[in-house]
């Protein structure tokens, strides 16, 4: 019988291409994590995925059990999921996306976040720096993704749109959105 024939057949297959469609919604979620493991920001977009805290923490204890031990940056996928991740000094850094995803797209991300963070952050990017900074952290991530959607994969443009004032010892001290194309009701 081919898919034509068997209703049954044609309707799996349907399915399945249906699933396999290209979509907006790239990222399933963005987490840093300290070299402990421990969340410093996490952010899910999928709120079917992981529904509870619970579950992301277990998914981001499961993920970093079997990332943390790597010598290089790496793309891994973990229950069921593609994740590229790197690392800088005391944290990782994660994205996760779909089975299908594009790794290229999520690197791409990746590296926008890390490369924006490293030029708000003064090229300190480590843990205790992030935490002093975290509201402008969140700036560059909100200026990158959008509910699960990439905005943003130049970071001279997250830059642009995201400045900051510093004061005499060159501590940043406020955070502004310059422009953005997000409008927040």
């Not at 044609?10 to 493991?37: C, W």
């Not at 952290?137 to 990439?150: P, R, S």
Request: aromatic share 8%.
């Amino acid at each position: 019988m081919t898919a034509q024939t068997c209703p049954r057949q044609h309707q799996r297959t349907t399915m399945e291409i249906a699933s396999l469609e290209p979509s907006l919604y790239t990222v399933k979620a963005v987490f840093i994590l300290d070299n402990d493991g421990n969340r410093l920001l996490s952010k899910y977009y999928d709120t079917e995925l992981y529904p509870s805290m619970k579950e992301q923490k277990n998914f981001e204890k499961n993920v970093f059990n079997k990332t943390h031990k790597a010598d290089t940056d790496e793309i891994a996928f973990v229950e069921g999921m593609t994740i590229v991740y790197k690392c800088s000094i005391d944290l990782f850094f994660y994205v996760v996306g779909s089975a299908q995803e594009n790794e290229l797209m999520l690197m791409a991300v990746l590296n926008c976040l890390l490369e924006s963070l490293g030029q708000i952050l003064r090229k300190n990017v480590e843990r205790r720096c992030l935490l002093d900074n975290m509201d402008g952290v969140f700036l560059v991530v909100d200026e990158i993704i959008d509910g699960g959607v990439i905005l943003e994969s130049d970071p001279q443009q997250v830059i642009q749109k995201v400045n900051y004032r510093t004061n005499r010892r060159g501590d940043c001290v406020s955070w502004i959105v310059v422009e953005s194309d997000n409008l927040y009701v």
